[in-house]
């Protein structure tokens, strides 16, 4: 009998897998686990909108890595972790990069397996990370630090506020707002200028508080300066 090779294809195609989006599987399993969606949604904020696009691009990866290997991406399996994170280090990742893959893997495995412990604090993973940060040291992100007097120099150069044009004011406000919020500058954008108060008697002047989460906050705290 001659065999059909585009019929032996046919019948050897495996079926699609599909990939369902991590924060997708959280909230499932926690409806599983017996929460009302309210109570879902408020879980779900705990994570910002770009923690989460995080979590579902790193946890995406684990997911076809597994399904390559035919492996269940949401079973607890120390070994398995280690493994794809190994062979992602092998792959010439930094270091940073493999500590989301985990994050993302913990964050998902905490939530379905919720009485086991958390794979950041298995001391096997502890021991992986300890040995990524010896072969590859995690490297400042800056190598400089710029000199700040120049700036300010700069600043006192241009003379009293009352002779300054509108542009240098502005520039001038943005360079002080940086220096004494430690804000980046989009998160200037972020400040809600209705709350600014302005104290002449006072030698702190201003009060500001952002009318967004910025990252150097504790959100439950604010960071008003």
């Not at 946890?59 to 607890?76: A, G, M, P, T, V």
């Amino acid at each position: 009998m001659i065999g059909c090779s585009r019929c032996t294809k046919s019948i050897n195609r495996q079926p699609t897998i599909v990939i369902s989006p991590p924060m997708d599987i959280i909230g499932s399993t926690l409806k599983d686990q017996g929460f009302n969606d309210d109570a879902i949604d408020i879980i779900m904020f705990q994570w910002r909108p770009a923690t989460q696009r995080q979590i579902n691009g790193s946890f995406k990866i684990y997911q076809e890595w597994c399904e390559e290997n035919n492996y269940d991406s949401l079973r607890y399996d120390i070994p398995q972790v280690v493994e794809f994170l190994s062979y992602k280090f092998n792959q010439g990742l930094a270091t940073s990069t493999i500590h989301s893959y985990r994050s993302a893997i913990s964050t998902v495995l905490e939530v379905v397996h919720p009485k086991l412990p958390r794979i950041g604090y298995n001391v096997i993973i502890k021991g992986l990370s300890k040995g990524l940060a010896e072969l590859k040291p995690v490297m400042p992100k800056y190598d400089s630090i710029f000199d700040m007097n120049i700036i300010l120099k700069k600043l006192i150069d241009w003379g009293p506020d009352r002779t300054l044009t509108i542009k240098r004011l502005r520039k001038k406000l943005l360079v002080l707002l940086i220096l004494g919020t430690r804000y980046r500058f989009d998160d200037i954008t972020k400040i809600d200028f209705h709350s600014v108060k302005v104290f002449p008697d006072k030698i702190t002047g201003i009060c500001i508080k952002p009318k967004k989460p910025v990252k150097v906050n504790r959100p439950e705290k604010g960071h008003p300066v």
